[in-house]
């Protein structure tokens, strides 16, 4: 069964780097994009970009674009969003999702001195 | 940016109400929308797909439907399980866009 495993909760200082993981198994890891959403507490959800783990190529929501920086490690079938320049507005839960289908169980980052 | 405009935001219900959200895009997004439920501290689960397709699972009471830019949502004879928050996805265009979500509540 697929499953997506996010890596757990973070507390980060302001401007700081956070870097989450989101390792995939279950299906062939090649073969399916992985986006990122946003959630802030108790609002919408905000889509950040995604990428193909087999090209590497990665497409950005514009207002991410300076923010976050998609990567992924097909040796470990795992793939990574790391977040730069951390402020308040950056803490939220974060997921990672093949399709909209399947939802790795999201990951709390809390931006505090 | 396409813009998917939620309503309403939030709703107090009954069970066994119908209940319908509505999304409107601010521009054409075929059948590419999504709904999905969230539950509180969990991940969002999708319930429709293509605008009028029930995701596998999905109790028969929920449907979704489209009307020229307008995307609804229907959950016929609320159960207690429905309870949750909801969100339309236009997956036509990126960036992919979210509506607001929408909040029911038991009355």
């Known amino acids: 069964q697929v499953n997506l495993l996010q890596s757990g909760a973070a507390l980060v200082k302001p401007g700081a780097s956070v870097k989450l993981s989101c390792k995939a198994s279950?299906?062939?890891?090649?073969?399916?994009?992985i986006h990122w959403v946003k959630q802030s507490h108790g609002k919408s959800l905000e889509w950040i970009g995604y990428?193909?783990?087999?090209?590497?190529?990665?497409n950005y929501n514009e207002k991410f674009k300076s923010k976050a920086t998609l990567t992924v490690d097909k040796s470990t079938n795992t793939a990574y969003m790391e977040l730069s320049r951390l402020t308040s507005e950056d803490s939220a839960t974060y997921y990672c999702?093949?399709?909209?289908?399947?939802w790795g169980q999201g990951v709390m980052v809390t931006v505090s001195s | 940016d396409i813009q998917m405009t939620q309503s309403p935001s939030s709703m107090s219900v009954s069970l066994g109400d119908t209940v319908t959200i509505t999304c409107r895009a601010s521009?054409?997004?075929?059948?590419?929308v999504n709904w999905f439920q969230q539950k509180p501290g969990k991940s969002p689960r999708r319930m429709i797909y293509r605008a009028t397709n029930l995701a596998d699972g999905v109790p028969s009471r929920f449907s979704g439907s489209r009307s020229g830019s307008d995307y609804s949502l229907t959950i016929s004879s609320l159960e207690s399980e429905d309870v949750a928050d909801y969100h339309c996805l236009q997956y036509d265009e990126y960036p992919r866009t979210f509506g607001g979500g929408t909040k029911l509540e038991l009355k």
């Open positions: 990428i193909n783990p087999n090209s590497g190529y990665t």
């Open positions: 521009q054409d997004v075929g059948i590419y």
């Open positions: 999702t093949r399709g909209g289908v399947y």
């Open positions: 279950g299906y062939t890891f090649t073969d399916y994009y």
